[in-house]
């Protein structure tokens, strides 16, 4: 196999074991949008499922529908909806959905009209992200419509939440802002008479650092799979999470080349004295960024090395000097650390991003290869 990224099931059980112990009093929701942040929604969602998640959350409903087909029962919720839904198929599948403003709950009815049973709503508020949810200023409204709603029976309002813009930066004056704004949403929506069964606004970094912010539910994404939302909270290790992906490739060449050789496209590396050469067959074809050229590291015989020279579409190049390898070797881009390997963390600091990107952006080229899975039925 060219490459892999090998997902811990057992090691994603174990965070989402680590977060419902950060937040007791509350639901989990393992959030597997994205193809569960590229490490695969269907088994990730199933492992959540075994560990305690009681909740599944995806933002597109194509991706809720793709679990509901792949044999998920469970309360799932689907947030980011644009005109022609699919509602009428959510509502089918019994999916929660997610509703920011009046033109989303009259797509929802017209679906309840068409199912002929009735939907599960959560209204969204945008309580200071500035991205989707109904503004404060539009609230009364939209509660109005749903309590009207739900008291002819078309629908059920299951849930208020919101989403937090700079929870990654404890003490940000936003974040209290936005709780306190959340809390009177909430309680406004509770006096006109709406009775949600869950009431959330946390995401990772609320989850680790802010108790006041869980309510009913946490919707945990990037720690479920073992990365730190931020440098400033502390490493995954320091947060007690354990990365779930490990990537890696099998070098595709290695050989001597005398010293001023240059290296990959535009030459930016010249070897400096004669040396050996490997070649890593993963590129940014595969998700690896471009702007790791000269900056990446990866663990090949025992050592970490820094990507020689451009990063091409399939392949890079890393200069061992004068260590032994062989082809066929393992080159070790990130993983947990264990074995000296760099993290996803690392990766995302050498290239100027956030660690999110670097497990999200792997693609479908590089086959997923699942270890540490349960016996059972989990949904
Ligand atoms: C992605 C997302 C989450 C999960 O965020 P993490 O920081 O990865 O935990 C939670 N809620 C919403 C609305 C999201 O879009």
């Known amino acids: 196999m060219r490459a892999r990224a090998v997902v811990d099931l057992a090691a994603l059980r174990a965070n989402v074991r680590a977060l419902r112990a950060r937040a007791p009093r509350a639901q989990l929701m393992a959030v597997v949008k994205a193809d569960a942040y590229g490490h695969g929604a269907v088994p990730c969602?199933?492992?959540?499922?075994?560990?305690?998640?009681?909740?599944?959350?995806t933002a597109t409903p194509e991706e809720a529908l793709a679990l509901r087909a792949a044999g998920d029962t469970g309360r799932m919720l689907c947030w980011l909806w644009t005109p022609g839904g699919p509602f009428r198929e959510a509502v089918a599948a019994d999916i929660d959905i997610s509703v920011s403003g009046l033109w989303a709950l009259e797509e929802v009815l017209a679906a309840v009209r068409a199912a002929g049973r009735p939907a599960r709503v959560q209204l969204k508020i945008d309580t200071g992200l500035g991205r989707n949810g109904c503004t404060p200023a539009d609230w009364e409204k939209l509660v109005a419509a749903a309590r009207?709603?739900?008291e002819a029976g078309s629908l059920r309002v299951t849930g208020v939440w919101s989403h937090f813009a700079c929870a990654d930066e404890p003490g940000h004056p936003s974040i209290r802002a936005q709780l306190a704004v959340f809390?009177?949403?909430v309680a406004y929506a509770e006096a006109q008479g709406l009775d949600p069964e869950v009431r959330h606004l946390a995401n990772s970094p609320a989850t680790l650092t802010l108790p006041e912010s869980h309510f009913d539910l946490v919707r945990t994404g990037v720690a479920m799979y073992g990365i730190s939302p931020s440098p400033e909270l502390g490493t995954s290790a320091e947060l007690g999470l354990r990365p779930v992906m490990t990537l890696s490739a099998s070098l595709a060449s290695v050989k001597r080349v005398p010293a001023g050789h240059g290296v990959s496209y535009g030459h930016l590396y010249t070897?400096?004295?004669e040396?050996?050469?490997?070649?890593?067959?993963?590129?940014?074809?595969?998700?690896i960024p471009r702007s790791a050229s000269g900056t990446g590291q990866v663990l090949v015989a025992g050592k970490r090395r820094t990507v020689a020279g451009?990063?091409?579409?399939d392949q890079f190049v890393v200069d061992l000097g004068d260590?032994?390898?062989a082809v066929g070797d393992e080159a070790v881009l990130f993983g947990p650390g264990d074995r000296g390997e760099p993290t996803a963390e690392d990766w995302a600091e050498a290239t100027g991003t956030i660690a999110y990107e670097v497990i999200t952006r792997i693609t479908g080229r590089v086959p997923r290869v699942y270890v540490g899975e349960e016996e059972g039925p989990g949904a």
């Open 148 to 150: 009207e709603a739900e």
């Open 310 to 313: 451009r990063v091409a579409m």
């Open 45 to 57: 969602a199933r492992a959540a499922r075994q560990a305690g998640a009681a909740w599944i959350g």
């Open 275 to 287: 040396t050996t050469l490997a070649l890593v067959p993963l590129g940014y074809a595969d998700g």
């Open 271 to 273: 070897t400096p004295a």
């Open 323 to 325: 260590d032994a390898a």
């Open 183 to 185: 809390r009177d949403a």
